[in-house]
Nanobody, 118 residues
Framework: QVQLVESGGGLVQAGGSLRLSCVVS????????MGWYRQAPGKQRELVATFTNGGGTNYADSVKGRFTISRENAKNTVYLQMSSLKPEDTAVYYC????????????WGQGTQVTVSS
């Protein structure tokens, strides 16, 4: 069982920045794809940013150039640096770990609320 614990959410004004953290139980980055998703009220959960199996990154068009996903292997932590935040970025942000080969091994954190005021 993989456990993910997010932190770093909060209330910020438009144009501001936040950094989300996701601490992972165990060293799993070599067999799990890590990513960030978000879900706004009344909307489906959507991809924000992920690492690819080849070691690259993938971003939603709406956050390209503003958000950066990174990780610190020694701390088993994945980050999402968010800059130039907009009110439409308001959502609950979730950390995700998906096994490279076994799709049923798909884990979510509890989520952290990000609210951007105009």
């Amino acid at each position: 069982q993989v456990q993910l614990v997010e932190s770093g959410g909060g209330l910020v004004q438009a144009g501001g920045s936040l950094r989300l953290s996701c601490v992972v139980s165990g060293s799993i980055f070599n067999i799990y794809t890590m990513g960030w998703y978000r879900q706004a009220p009344g909307k489906q959960r959507e991809l924000v940013a992920t690492f690819t199996n080849g070691g690259g990154t993938n971003y939603a068009d709406s956050v390209k150039g503003r958000f950066t996903i990174s990780r610190e292997n020694a701390k088993n932590t994945v980050y999402l640096q968010m800059s130039s935040l907009k009110p439409e970025d308001t959502a609950v942000y979730y950390c995700n770990a998906r096994h490279f080969l076994v799709s049923s091994r798909n884990y979510w954190g509890q989520g952290t609320q990000v609210t951007v005021s105009s």
